[in-house]
């Protein structure tokens, strides 16, 4: 493990330096983890909910952490189930169909301020969103955050094949989508 | 002529337009920037001669650290690379079109989100204390034991009712036929219409006694089925 980490694992054990260390690791990866449930949830405050969730449980549960695993392995495992979480709760709230959730999606994509059809990131962003929730994962977690499928396999508890499958089958679905689209 | 004059007509003969332009500078500088530029410069100045003493060799290296050194970072630099020039040849052999998106995050985020992000725990709420009303909870006691009570009425009923059936089967059949036939001979007849029983021939003609043939012979006709009973006696 990484050696910082293990250094704030140890601070986090200490009552004196608990929140010091809590606070650190905050800092640490919050960029990286609200990126990737924004990738996911696209709108900013519900981005923002989840996030906060997630750093809940990750105080709750970091004194019970294994170590069995890098800290961001665990922080993103944690972040990728409050996320499936949320879009399971948003798709029993709502009254459309799975046929729909999609452009459910791509409206909040063309709802963001910076939105920009003629712009090729932009339909990328549309593409991912035309993708099921694990297929979107895996790309956005192999793409965006440049996860190895070793470590990506203990995020989302699969087998490292079909995480390869998973994300070619990923890229040529949004590759078709944005040149014929 | 002074040098500025000098300098003036030399414009004019070469662009007389640049030569009426206002020379005053355009660019800003902040307030107060030329005042402190000094004290800036010799703090700085001090700083650097502190470094300068400090350049004396305290500290010690290893043998051949420098000699191995670049190799050392080399080697790391290409491992922290893999990770992304693997992820790069796996796309440029399955989507290609791809790599060629810029990755940068284009969504938008409040101005200083991270700058100021803070987990909020949710409260603790104190746990709901649920008074409840005594009389309401007798009343309750009460109807559970008239209830108990049917039911265990009803339920000793049937158990009675079931026990009292079985004892007279039970009696019954320690009876023998011979008994069962007496009890049955000694129950009254006096559902019975018929004038009497002919039980032998004496007892049946002596209600007879007295009567004369023709009457008797208007009597039988009178009731056939005593005829009949009459004839077969005699």
Known sequence: MNI??????QQ????????IAYTAIIKKYQEKLYWHIRRMVIEHEDANDVLQNMFIKVWKGLENFREDSQLYTWLY????????TFLEQQKRKSTVSMSDEETGLSNKVKADTNFDANRLEWKLQLAIQHLPEKQRLVFNLRYYDEMPYEEMSRVLDTSEGALKASYHHAAKKIEDFILNR | MNKKDTILLELQEISPAVANLNKGDVYTVPFGYFERLPTEIL??????????GAKERLFTTPNGYFNDLADNILLKVKQSNNSSSDIFD????????????DKKNYYAIPAGYFQNLA??????????????????????????????GVLAMGAIK??????????????????????????????SSTNYTFVGTVSDEQDGLS????????????FLKEQPEMAEKTNKDI
């Open chain 2, 119 to 148: 987990i909020q725990f949710p409260e603790k709420q104190a746990a709901k204390v649920i008074a409840f009303n005594k009389w309401k909870k007798w009343t309750n006691y009460v109807a559970a034991a008239v209830f108990a």
């Open chain 2, 207 to 218: 209600i007879f006694e007295g009567t004369s043939e023709e009457e008797l012979q208007q």
């Open chain 1, 77 to 84: 495992r944690i972040a990728t189930n409050e996320c499936l």
């Open chain 1, 4 to 9: 910082d980490d293990k250094e704030l694992l």
């Open chain 2, 43 to 52: 703090a700085i100045t001090k700083a650097e001669n502190l470094f300068e």
């Open chain 1, 12 to 19: 986090f054990k200490e009552p004196a330096k608990k929140e």
């Open chain 2, 90 to 101: 796996e796309l440029e052999s399955v989507a290609p079109l791809l790599n060629s998106i």
């Open chain 2, 158 to 187: 049937f158990i009675d009712s079931n026990s009292s059936k079985s004892s007279f089967e039970i009696e019954l059949s320690k009876s023998s036929d011979e008994e069962i036939k007496q009890i049955l001979d000694n129950q």
